[in-house]
């Protein structure tokens, strides 16, 4: 196990406000649920969890929001990946099931923001831009099952002049608004839930890396100060989950990017995007971007990079920036990091057990704002005896490819070659 670690330098962590500083575990102590990782999928799950009366325990390695979901994009997305798999196996009102579960995520994190006053910088409105026809095409089938479900929040295709009234750039062919998604400071969530589910009674420990978990009747989670026996356990490291060796070879860690300009004056926001909408392209390496609460605009992507050098990052994703607002290239760039992302090879997000008692869920594919907190909603459901959500994933085994875990760098960078190659067409 690594030591435990501070935040990355990204503009999540400099605007966070007041640190978390929640004790390491000490001692061996006993609870009904130990969960395992502070991040969006472990907090969720605790304060659901909570809020049924069920005494929790939550061990984070680092400190809350410390991996993927206090460093991501900030976008609020409906959908859940690979939803035409869930549907299929699934076949008794499978599509129904899946656009209900697909928002739910969303609901979850307005009563949570509204029910425990979490100032987070929760804004709605969100645009798909397309690159290629067949991105509107896709726009268009998408348009037409909003319809169908008569989707109670705004919604509409625009074309190319449209989309640069949006957003001031000619860079995209046209574009689907959705005002049911939105963006916000998710490293702010995550700690504003994770006072909410303490305030419940929920007790939480950060600097308390697991080392390892004894199964049986009642598992034993123990670190290098304590131990927590309970009647059931979560796995909710995602993508820096190393607990358990079973979990390896079912994801890949894929690495995102983000930067961050300095504020920009009120003449360009209003130029660039007076909506305040947040914006992705349809594409496997996809690019997304949208204004802080600072009216700073993030900027975000994949890069073939491993590490985490900020001049490698600000460089490459700025290029990139200004190929969308040239006229940003005044503006410096005052933040870049990176996190890393669980990647499913059927992209299906993974929620299963270890053993009876053992629970873990991960492998969002970069859906994760949304899904990790439906997911930690049917981890919790689950414990409780109701399994019928649950069941909808557990029955999509996942894909293992062997050598995965050791391989992982290899096989990421081919991905994103074939991926970058099918982007083209």
């Known amino acids: 196990m690594t030591s435990p670690q ?28 130990c969960v395992i990782g502070a991040g969006f999928t472990g907090v969720s799950a605790a304060l659901h969890l909570a809020e049924r009366g069920y005494r929790v325990r939550l061990l984070e390695a680092n400190r809350i929001g410390w991996g993927a979901s206090g460093r991501n994009g900030g976008q609020v997305i409906g959908g859940i990946s690979g939803e035409h798999v869930i549907a299929r196996r699934n076949p008794a009102g499978g599509e129904e099931l899946v656009w209900q579960m697909r928002w739910a995520g969303h609901d979850i994190i307005r009563d949570r923001v509204q029910r425990y006053d979490i100032d987070c910088d929760l804004k709605w409105g969100y645009l798909d831009v397309a690159l290629l026809p067949r991105h509107m095409r896709d726009f268009e089938r998408e348009h037409q099952r909003l319809e169908r479900h008569r989707f109670p929040y705004e919604f509409r295709l625009n074309d190319v002049a449209a989309t640069r009234e949006l957003i001031g750039t000619k860079a995209y062919i046209g574009s689907l608004l959705n005002m049911g998604n ?181 492998g969002y594919s970069g859906h994760g704002v949304n899904v990790t907190h439906l997911a930690g909603q049917i981890v919790a459901e689950a414990i409780a005896g109701t399994m019928e959500r649950f069941d909808v994933f557990e029955r999509i085994r996942p894909v293992v490819l062997p050598g995965a875990w050791l391989l992982r760098r290899p096989l990421v960078e081919l991905g994103l070659m074939y991926y970058q190659l099918r982007d083209r067409i």
């Not at 994703?317 to 990647?343: E, N, Q």
């Open 182 to 362: 939105g963006h916000l400071h998710p490293l702010r969530l995550c700690i504003g839930e994770a006072r909410a589910a303490s305030g419940l009674g929920a007790a939480i420990h950060e600097k308390s890396p697991v080392t390892g978990i004894e199964h049986g009747a009642r598992p034993r989670v123990r670190t290098d100060r304590g131990s927590v026996s309970a009647d059931f356990v979560v796995l909710a490291g995602n993508a820096y989950h190393d607990v358990d060796r079973r979990l390896r070879g079912f994801l890949f860690p894929v690495n995102s990017f983000i930067i961050a300009t300095e504020p920009l004056p009120p003449e360009v926001v209003a130029r660039i995007n007076p909506r305040d909408l947040a914006v992705c392209d349809p594409n496997f390496v996809l690019e997304y971007f949208r204004l802080s609460a600072d009216k700073r605009l993030l900027f975000g992507g994949r890069l073939r990079h491993f590490g985490e050098d900020q001049d490698v990052i600000r460089t490459a994703l700025r290029r990139k920036m200004l190929r969308i607002y040239p006229s940003l290239d005044r503006y410096a760039i005052d933040y870049a990091w990176t996190g890393t992302i669980g990647v499913t090879v059927n992209r299906v997000p993974q929620l299963g057990r270890l053993a009876p008692n053992v629970f873990y869920s991960q």
């Open 6 to 33: 501070p935040h990355t330098t990204s503009y999540y962590a400099a605007t966070a406000g007041e640190p978390t500083d929640y004790p390491p575990l000490e001692g061996d102590v006993d609870t009904d649920v």
